[in-house]
């Protein structure tokens, strides 16, 4: 899971919320990174992620603190042999508030923005990764693959049903999920972009 917006979203304990003052814990490009890393890769040293991300483990192990104090890493006790701290995630995704946007202070608002737009980001550089390197996946990968879009005349009221159907149907494959050992298993990564258009 990342990121669901649903402000319907059941009280999930692997969703946090996002007030303000967690939000400006976790809009900084790299601590997203770092954070998404270890949900899809599972609990990590801040030298793996280094090398993972391309950055220094100075740097990994200075926003993983940041992140550990704002309540969205933690300690992953029993991984590896030596001295070097493991981490690992404390919840699988975080619940967006609109209200962020209209904030009173200024330094929420920006915060609200990057993260947003680094959100938007990820998601161009993943559909281009795919793109770039779907001749090394198999055909039956290649053909369960998908990149659509459709236009609609909604109403907000609409919209918004659209999108609560959409996160119960991508939700409900949770519980479909086979064994990580289950043959042709991989991790897949599902965005769903929802947004009003003018015409002129």
Do not use: C
């Amino acid at each position: 899971m990342d990121e669901p917006r649903n402000p319907q979203e059941s009280q999930d304990p692997e969703v946090r919320s996002l007030d303000a003052r967690s939000l400006r814990g976790l809009a900084h490009p790299l601590r997203m990174e770092l954070l998404r890393a270890l949900r899809q890769g599972g609990p990590a040293t801040a030298s793996q992620l280094a090398a993972r991300l391309g950055e220094s483990s100075g740097a990994t192990s200075y926003h993983l603190r940041q992140l550990a104090a704002h309540g969205f890493v933690e300690d992953a006790p029993g991984h590896g042999k030596g001295r070097e701290r493991w981490w690992k995630t404390v919840h699988q995704g975080v619940k967006w508030d609109d209200a962020l946007y209209e904030d009173s202070s200024p330094e929420v608002r920006g915060a609200a923005a990057l993260y947003m737009h680094e959100m938007a980001n990820h998601h161009t550089r993943e559909l281009a990764t795919w793109i770039g390197t779907r001749d090394t996946w198999s055909e039956e990968w290649n053909r369960a693959s998908d990149m659509s879009d459709w236009t609609l005349n909604l109403t907000p009221e609409l919209a918004l049903e659209l999108i609560h159907k959409m996160h119960d149907l991508v939700g409900s494959y949770r519980a479909l999920a086979p064994d990580d050992d289950t043959p042709g298993t991989e991790q897949v990564r599902v965005h769903t972009h929802v947004i009003p258009t003018r015409t002129d």
